[in-house]
């Protein structure tokens, strides 16, 4: 979606229709962007794309009606390998698309990801496909267009997905209706406190993973950064800056909180942390000695460990082969 925001918020100052599609099912196809999105003015002009432009024909044959008509649709896709592969996929699949007008999402949905920050939009789908309501981080929510009618249980729902601040789309079902829930999540914000070739190297890896980070040096930097998307990895072993840094990033309720170190280093701060007042509850969260065990060796390889670490705590998995899995890949 972020790709496709100044063009659609464009169209919108300028009351120009169009369609926003983006997939809600898909099997097989291979890995891409969760927010992937296409949007179509009635001009023919396009923003972002879907599956290396493989099912273009048909969704914007679709997007056209959905245009001219005001109304929602839902479109069936299905690729072969070969067209898949044409078009720069790992692989065949198919995928059911939502093609909505522009002015079923609301300008706060379009808001919240430009800025950027998080926000949820819910969809109902069956029986009837309707506009989208956004829930933004104050809880509120805003309603596409007027007669937007979506259970409190479902808002609530996606309240409680939008706490997590991480970018999902899903179906769910609530008093016998269907209704498509999305989080788009703000991206992880890495404040590393100390410098150095790690530092370097994590600013690095973030920036790979469309990430925010930035360096600083001393625990005040630190604790004015702290917001619902911050990671905090403290590199620092002096106390005058890792035992404040890391006790105001506990209050903070921040989502990772990570430190550089070995294992008597690691005794020796919580020590400290308690003298300061902070629990043994709390103090056990911190991720430390920081990273998966990847058998790093240099600032770069211990980067991609640490970041490996922090994309599995935000999404709440456990770091283990996809082999050793079971049921559906990535979900």
Do not use: F
């Not at 690095?204 to 001393?218: D, G, H, I, P, Y």
């Amino acid at each position: 979606m972020r790709e496709i925001v100044h063009t659609v918020r464009r169209w919108r100052d300028d009351e120009v229709t169009g369609a926003v599609v983006r997939p809600i099912e898909e099997s097989g196809i291979g890995t891409r962007r969760a927010d992937a999105a296409l949007a179509i003015s009635a001009k023919g002009e396009r923003a972002g794309g879907l599956y290396g432009g493989a099912a273009d024909e048909a969704i914007s044959a679709t997007a056209r009606e959905v245009i001219a008509e005001g109304t929602p649709r839902l479109l069936d896709i299905e690729l072969s390998n070969s067209e898949a592969v044409r078009a720069g996929l790992a692989c065949g699949g198919r995928a059911r698309l939502l093609l909505q007008p522009i002015v079923d999402l609301p300008a706060a949905w379009w808001e919240a990801i430009e800025r950027p920050q998080g926000a949820a939009l819910v969809t109902p789908l069956a029986p009837d496909l309707g506009p989208s309501t956004a829930i933004t981080p104050d809880g509120a929510a805003h309603p596409g267009a007027k007669d937007a009618d979506i259970p409190a249980d479902a808002l609530n729902l996606a309240r409680r997905r939008l706490a997590k601040n991480r970018g999902s789309r899903e179906i769910v079902e609530i008093a016998g209706a269907n209704y498509l829930l999305e989080t788009g999540g703000a991206a992880p914000y890495l404040v590393v406190v100390g410098g150095g070739d790690l530092a370097a190297a994590l600013t690095r890896q973030a920036a790979l993973l469309n990430w925010e980070a930035e360096s600083v040096e001393t625990a005040s930097e630190a604790t004015e950064r702290y917001a619902a998307n911050t990671c905090l990895i403290v590199l620092s072993h002096d106390p005058a800056i890792d035992t404040p840094a890391l006790s105001a990033a506990l209050a903070a309720g921040i989502p990772y909180v990570g430190a550089l170190g070995a294992r008597h280093t690691q005794a020796s701060r919580a020590e400290r942390l308690r003298a300061d007042g902070v629990s043994d509850e709390a103090i056990a969260t911190i991720r430390g000695p920081v990273g998966l065990d990847l058998g790093a060796r240099n600032p770069e390889e211990t980067a991609l460990a640490v970041c490996a670490e922090i994309l599995g705590v935000l999404s709440g998995r456990q770091a283990v082969p996809l082999r050793d899995t079971t049921g559906a890949i990535n979900a």
